[in-house]
C-alpha cells in the first residue's frame, strides 16, 4: 500500500515538472500563454510613444493588443484599440509599411 502511494506522488511530481518546464520553454521563446494587456489605456498620449506593438488575437487571447512603449521610461501601455486616437495610430503605422 505505502509503494503505491509513493509511485503515484512519483508521478505526480514528475507531470508537475514536465508541464512547469514546458511553461517555461514556450515563454524563453517569447509566446505568451494568456493576454498581456488586462487594462488598457483610451486618453490620448500619442507624443509619449516610442514604438508600438500589434499582437493579433490567438488561441490564449481573443482580443488584438496594442502595446505602446513610452519614450521617457520605457514602460508598456496597453491602447485601446477602440479609442479614435488609437485608431489613427494604428492606420498611420500601416499606410507607412505599404
Known amino acids: 500500500m505505502m ?4 509511485t503515484v506522488t512519483a508521478v505526480v511530481v514528475l507531470l508537475c515538472l514536465l508541464a512547469t518546464s514546458e511553461v517555461m520553454s514556450l515563454t524563453s521563446l517569447g509566446v505568451e ?19 508600438v506593438e500589434l499582437i493579433p488575437a490567438n488561441s490564449h487571447c481573443e482580443e488584438t493588443e496594442i502595446i505602446a512603449t513610452l519614450k521617457k521610461t520605457g514602460q508598456e501601455v496597453c491602447l485601446d484599440p477602440e479609442a479614435p486616437w488609437v485608431k489613427k495610430v494604428i492606420k498611420k503605422i500601416l499606410s507607412n509599411r505599404s
Open 3 to 6: 509503494s503505491s502511494k509513493v
Open 33 to 51: 500563454l494568456h493576454c498581456r494587456c488586462i487594462m488598457t489605456e483610451s486618453k490620448p498620449i500619442g507624443r509619449h510613444i516610442q514604438k
